[in-house]
C-alpha cells in the first residue's frame, strides 16, 4: 500500500518565478492538506482541499493557490517567489476533513528560493 | 487564537535514561491531540493520538503521553529511549469545532538527541 508521495524532492527556482509541487495521497484517502515547514519551525497549514474544492486556508497570501483533481492528487502553486518563501513542503492526506482523522505526511518536497 | 508551546527546543539524554518532551496548548474549544516524528530528511510520522477516552495514549516504538485537561498539556514520555530515538519531535492540535474541517498547528519542535 503505497502511502503519500510527492513530487519533485527537490527544487531549486529563483525570485519571482513560479512553482508546481504534487501530491499523490495515500490509497483510499480523499483530502489532501498542505503545510510549509521553513527550517527550524514547526509545518505550518497553506490549506486542504476535500472534492477538489479549497476547504480551508491558512494565513498564506493568494500567491500561494491549490488544486485538486478527481483522482484526489493535488498540486500547491507558488507565484513570484519570494527568498522566504524556500521551505519543505509537507502534502498531508486523510479519509475526510474531521479534526480527528488521522493526517498521513508525505516525506516533502524541498524548495530552495535564490 | 490557537498556539501548541513545546518548551524545550532541544533535549539531549544518555541511552536508556527516561524522557519527556513537553506540550502545552492553548483553545477556547476541544482539541485533539498528536505527536509526530521526524527523522532528517524525512515526512512526519504519527507516534500516537488522543482523541478521547483514556488520558494516557500509548504509541509506536514505546511512547506514551497523557493528556491534561485542567493544565492544558499533552507531554510525551519513554521509559528508556534509544539512539534511534534521536530525531524531531513535534506536537500538534486540531480543534473540534463542531464543522467537518480539521486543520493542525504545530509547535516549533523538540530535537531529542541520544548519546551513547
Known amino acids: 500500500d503505497a502511502g503519500v508521495t510527492q513530487s519533485p524532492t527537490h527544487l531549486i527556482k529563483t525570485r519571482g518565478q513560479q512553482v508546481t509541487l504534487r501530491c499523490s495521497p495515500k490509497?483510499?484517502?480523499?483530502?489532501v492538506s498542505w503545510y510549509q515547514q521553513a527550517l527550524g519551525q514547526g509545518p505550518q497549514f497553506i490549506f486542504q482541499?476535500?472534492?477538489?474544492?479549497?476547504?480551508q486556508r491558512g494565513n498564506f497570501p493568494d500567491r500561494f493557490s491549490g488544486h485538486q483533481f478527481p483522482n484526489y492528487s493535488s498540486e500547491l502553486n507558488v507565484n513570484a517567489l519570494l527568498l522566504g518563501d524556500s521551505a519543505l513542503y509537507l502534502c498531508?492526506?486523510?479519509?475526510?476533513?474531521?479534526?480527528?482523522?488521522?493526517?498521513?505526511f508525505g516525506p516533502g518536497t524541498r524548495l530552495t528560493v535564490l | 487564537a490557537q498556539s501548541v508551546t513545546q518548551l524545550d527546543s532541544q533535549v539531549p539524554v544518555f541511552e536508556e535514561a527516561p524522557v519527556e518532551l513537553r506540550c502545552n496548548y492553548s483553545?477556547?474549544?476541544?482539541?485533539?491531540l498528536f505527536w509526530y516524528v521526524q527523522y532528517p530528511n524525512q515526512g512526519l510520522q504519527l507516534l500516537l493520538k488522543?482523541?478521547?477516552?483514556?488520558?494516557l495514549v500509548k504509541g509506536i516504538n514505546g511512547f506514551e503521553a497523557e493528556f491534561n485537561k485542567s493544565q492544558t498539556s499533552f507531554h510525551l514520555r519513554k521509559p528508556s529511549v534509544h539512539i534511534s530515538d534521536t530525531a524531531e519531535y513535534f506536537c500538534?492540535?486540531?480543534?473540534?469545532?463542531?464543522?467537518?474541517?480539521?486543520?493542525?498547528?504545530f509547535g516549533r519542535g523538540t530535537q531529542l538527541t541520544v548519546w551513547p
Open positions: 498531508a492526506s486523510s479519509l475526510g476533513v474531521g479534526a480527528y482523522n488521522e493526517q498521513f
Open positions: 490509497s483510499g484517502h480523499d483530502t
Open positions: 482541499y476535500y472534492e477538489e474544492e479549497e476547504r
Open positions: 483553545s477556547s474549544v476541544s482539541v485533539y
Open positions: 488522543y482523541l478521547s477516552g483514556s488520558t
Open positions: 500538534a492540535v486540531s480543534e473540534d469545532r463542531g464543522s467537518t474541517l480539521g486543520r493542525l498547528y
